[in-house]
């Protein structure tokens, strides 16, 4: 059983930046790949970025490729998502989820657990 708490969402303003944070309970973090996905009113939930278990791949959805950086922390239960130059069209809730495996995945279907979001709105 894992339980993923996030945090660090709130408004923003066009080009600014926001790191989001979730921390997980459980003692398998280290051995699992994470990841964040994004669900924009009426729209579907859509990949974001994921990171596998020792933090050394990462792959990113190309609308915020080179924008967006997810890193993790092992010692501390805990997976990053730093978001730089925000845009609008960024404006979402954010989910972390843990899967249920080792390595990166954009399915989200492949995740097992998944935080309860937390929300970013960025205004022009």
């Known amino acids: 059983q894992v339980q993923l708490v996030e945090s660090g969402g709130g408004l923003v303003q066009a080009g600014d930046s926001l790191r989001l944070s979730c921390v997980a309970s459980?003692?398998?973090?280290?051995?699992?790949?994470m990841g964040w996905f994004r669900q924009a009113p009426g729209k579907e939930r859509a990949f974001v970025a994921t990171?596998?278990?020792?933090?050394?791949?990462?792959y990113y959805a190309d609308s915020v490729k080179g924008r967006f950086t997810i890193s993790r922390d092992n010692a501390k239960n805990t997976v990053y998502l730093q978001m730089d130059s925000l845009k609008p069209e960024d404006t979402a809730v954010y989910y972390c989820?843990?899967?249920?495996?080792?390595?990166?995945?954009?399915?989200?279907?492949?995740?097992?657990?998944w935080g309860q979001g937390t929300q970013v709105t960025v205004s022009s």
């Open positions: 989820a843990a899967g249920r495996g080792s390595w990166t995945t954009t399915r989200d279907n492949e995740y097992g657990y």
């Open positions: 459980g003692r398998t973090f280290s051995t699992i790949a």
């Open positions: 990171i596998n278990w020792s933090g050394g791949s990462t």
